[in-house]
């Protein structure tokens, strides 16, 4: 018999019985919708052009939650274009968050997108050392939106703002990553649990479940182009890809020589070393 018809079913067998599991969305902590102002510790703000989009991309987050202790706010672009839909979301994004540990900031109360203004004051508000967005040409009207919103708040803000600057990519793959971070299976199972709390979205389509699949994936394009063209495999299976800049003298510049894989066994330490300021 073939072996990898195993291998196969074995991935069918495993994504069909996961169609049956949930978590409650009660662990670790309680929803709170209001990040402290106040908090000293190091803030790293995730834009989501969608309440989900902070799971999918949120490796990153997760990992400088753990590792660096950062306190990680999502701001919600928009709720999506579904008007009637948006309180819903945002409940299911409250859990979500309170599931991963992360607060979540919502600039405005009826719940309407964000504009470049609104962006910029949140900015000034939470003064984050690291920000999350997606990358200019990620292949969705409201994700390359956000792209363009949150550069055009960094073009405001005051000259000596300065934070780390990480771009996700998710609709469309991007042309330059330069930084694959890998997930262990703990890692990636506590954000399939957080986006299977977005029951609306994932009832429609089952997303959470193909996670692991589209970052294998991330791990064979990230091989060949972070570790070069032939490079030998990397022992990561799931990975997400970043492009890592930084924002600085009211410009964005380079961080990285080349690029960079940081696997469970290294640190993200090793990144923001690199950003002294972080
Ligand atoms: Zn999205």
Known sequence: MNPYQDYVEGLELAYKKAESYTVTGAHPVEPSTEPSVESRA????????????????????????????????NVPVTFGSDRASRERRLDELERACAYLGWSN????SDLSDLDVEDIAETLCVFQPSVIVYPHKLDGHRTHEAVHALVEGALGQMPENFECLLIETEFWRAMENPNLMLEGDSATL??????????????????????????????????????????????????????????????????????????????????????????
């Open 42 to 73: 190091s803030k790293l703000l995730l834009f989501s052009p969608h309440p989900d989009d902070e799971c999918i991309t949120g490796l990153f987050a997760l990992r400088a939650m753990q590792e660096l202790d950062v306190e990680v706010i």
């Open 189 to 278: 199972a506590e954000l399939i649990a957080a986006l299977s709390l977005h029951h609306g979205e994932v009832s429609r389509n089952p997303y959470h479940l193909s996670l692991p699949a589209w970052m294998l994936d991330n791990t064979r394009r990230g091989t060949e182009l972070i570790g070069g063209k032939g490079a030998q495999a990397s022992t990561c299976h799931f990975t997400t890809l970043y492009h890592v800049s930084q924002w600085v003298s009211q410009e964005k510049s380079n961080l990285l020589d080349g690029g960079m894989t940081i696997s469970m066994s290294d640190s993200l330490a090793s990144l923001v070393t690199k950003k002294e300021s972080l």
């Open 105 to 108: 900031h919502v600039a405005r």
